[in-house]
């Protein structure tokens, strides 16, 4: 591909894709020049292209300005309705969510239109953010379809919910904040974390670690309108009600270990996996997520103990990870398929304010069974 057209395409990814606003000033040429180390005249071209396309306008004294977003939207005259997503869009989770509905969204002579990840939207500021969404609903989507984890702003969102025809939140909803309107379309974790937890104690482990993500400060979470009680905390409820269940003491045996973001702090979480193993076996653990498995194998063979015998493992979200793993890793399904399924029916029945939560479904394997 010659440059030109890898700097257009580059650039024209990056408007459909949100991160230059309607109306906003792109960099200048040369500034661009600079940044893809390329030539002032290969930049040119690349705008040029931009113009045909109908995405930006370019005149002398103004720069290089974005044209409104209902005008970046590939034009599909067979298309009655497009479908916004503020979504992961790969992944074994995301792809197993994703792909379904969008054949199904096809057959309906609809279109999804990925958006952004809550990771493009953290970036921005919080008067960025909810222009944001105001240019989305001001796009005339026939629906906003949004994974609300807790990175997700959810205040910014607040103020321009009534704007869109149809609101989604599908897989987790990690938020106290009020949208009547919003369906909500989500695991059932604190069942995923009783049923783990149910799994391991039958198996005759009392003492249980849940490994899960670092936690958001207090600013981060009110400024996001993120709830404290985000998806982790409750499996950690449905742990605590296994407990109860079995008659076993929560408090004394079940502990919380937190991986941090920070690539550096991987020791200090192998030393507390490490740590709380030498509290005695067999111990289990729980983790949100599968790949969060892998420090415990990794302690586990330089302490010459063993997957299925020493220590149980139980991960979540069913991932290509669980099959990776030697011995395979018992895992929680989310049922996300069931989740698109329901965001289909969402989309054609026209729902409001409705809440379906989907039962997760425990996939045993060798790391958390007693070896025979």
Same mark, same amino acid.
């Given at each position: 591909?010659?440059?030109?057209?890898?700097?257009?395409?580059?650039?024209k990814?990056?408007?459909? &894709?949100?991160?230059f606003?309607?109306?906003?000033?792109? #960099?200048?040429?040369?500034?661009? %020049?600079?940044?893809?180390?390329?030539?002032?005249?290969?930049?040119?071209? %690349?705008?040029k292209e =931009?113009?045909? !396309?109908?995405?930006? /306008?370019?005149?002398?004294?103004?720069g290089?300005?974005?044209?409104?977003?209902?005008?970046?939207?590939?034009?599909?005259?067979?298309?009655s309705?497009q479908?916004?997503?503020?979504?992961?869009?790969?992944?074994?989770l995301?792809?197993?969510?994703?792909?379904?509905?969008?054949e199904?969204?096809?057959a309906?002579?609809?279109?999804?239109?990925? =958006?952004?990840?809550?990771?493009?939207?953290?970036?921005?500021?919080?008067?960025e953010?909810?222009?944001?969404?105001?240019?989305y609903?001001?796009a005339g989507f026939?629906? =906003?379809?949004?994974?609300?984890?807790?990175?997700? #702003?959810?205040?910014?969102?607040? /103020?321009?919910?009534?704007?869109?025809?149809?609101?989604?939140?599908?897989? *987790?909803?990690?938020?106290e904040?009020?949208?009547?309107?919003? @369906?909500?379309?989500?695991?059932?974790? *604190?069942?995923?974390g009783y049923?783990? &937890?149910?799994?391991?104690?039958?198996?005759?482990?009392?003492r249980?670690?849940?490994?899960?993500?670092?936690?958001f400060?207090?600013?981060e979470?009110?400024?996001s309108?993120?709830?404290?009680?985000?998806?982790?905390?409750?499996?950690? !409820?449905?742990i605590?009600?296994?407990? &109860?269940?079995?008659?076993?003491?929560?408090? !004394? @045996?079940?502990?919380? =270990?937190?991986?941090?973001?920070?690539?550096?702090?991987?020791?200090?979480?192998?030393?507390?996996?490490?740590?709380f193993?030498?509290?005695g076996a067999?111990?289990?653990?729980?983790?949100?997520?599968?790949?969060?498995?892998?420090?415990?194998?990794?302690?586990?063979?330089?302490?010459?103990?063993?997957?299925?015998r020493?220590?149980?493992?139980?991960?979540?979200?069913?991932?290509?990870?669980?099959?990776?793993?030697?011995?395979?890793?018992?895992?929680? /399904?989310?049922?996300e398929?069931?989740?698109?399924?329901?965001?289909?029916?969402?989309? *054609?029945?026209?729902?409001?304010?409705?809440?379906?939560?989907?039962?997760? *479904?425990?996939l045993?394997?060798?790391?958390?069974?007693?070896e025979s």
């Amino acid at each position: 591909m010659s440059k030109y057209k890898d700097i257009h395409k580059w650039l024209k990814r990056k408007i459909l &894709a949100g991160d230059f606003s309607s109306g906003e000033r792109l #960099p200048t040429c040369r500034e661009l %020049a600079e940044i893809r180390n390329v030539s002032y005249v290969t930049v040119t071209k %690349a705008i040029k292209e =931009l113009e045909a !396309d109908g995405l930006v /306008s370019s005149r002398q004294g103004q720069g290089i300005v974005v044209k409104p977003i209902e005008k970046h939207l590939p034009v599909q005259p067979q298309r009655s309705a497009q479908v916004g997503f503020i979504i992961q869009t790969s992944g074994d989770l995301f792809g197993n969510y994703f792909t379904p509905l969008m054949e199904e969204l096809s057959a309906d002579n609809m279109m999804a239109v990925p =958006l952004a990840t809550d990771a493009t939207l953290r970036a921005l500021s919080p008067l960025e953010r909810i222009k944001r969404f105001n240019s989305y609903a001001a796009a005339g989507f026939e629906a =906003l379809v949004v994974d609300g984890d807790r990175g997700f #702003p959810f205040s910014a969102l607040q /103020s321009a919910a009534e704007q869109f025809k149809q609101l989604i939140f599908v897989l *987790r909803y990690d938020t106290e904040i009020e949208l009547p309107m919003a @369906n909500i379309l989500t695991a059932d974790f *604190r069942l995923a974390g009783y049923d783990a &937890a149910k799994h391991l104690l039958e198996q005759g482990v009392e003492r249980i670690a849940m490994l899960t993500f670092e936690e958001f400060s207090a600013v981060e979470r009110r400024a996001s309108g993120c709830t404290y009680h985000t998806h982790d905390q409750l499996v950690l !409820d449905g742990i605590e009600a296994a407990y &109860a269940d079995a008659k076993v003491d929560f408090n !004394d @045996n079940c502990v919380m =270990l937190r991986s941090p973001d920070q690539a550096g702090s991987e020791s200090q979480h192998k030393k507390n996996v490490s740590n709380f193993i030498d509290g005695g076996a067999p111990c289990g653990f729980i983790c949100i997520g599968d790949i969060r498995a892998r420090c415990v194998y990794q302690v586990a063979r330089q302490k010459r103990l063993k997957i299925g015998r020493d220590i149980f493992v139980v991960g979540m979200f069913n991932t290509s990870w669980s099959e990776a793993f030697q011995p395979r890793l018992s895992t929680i /399904s989310i049922e996300e398929r069931t989740i698109s399924q329901l965001t289909m029916q969402a989309l *054609r029945e026209k729902w409001h304010g409705r809440k379906v939560t989907v039962a997760p *479904r425990l996939l045993i394997k060798e790391s958390s069974i007693k070896e025979s």
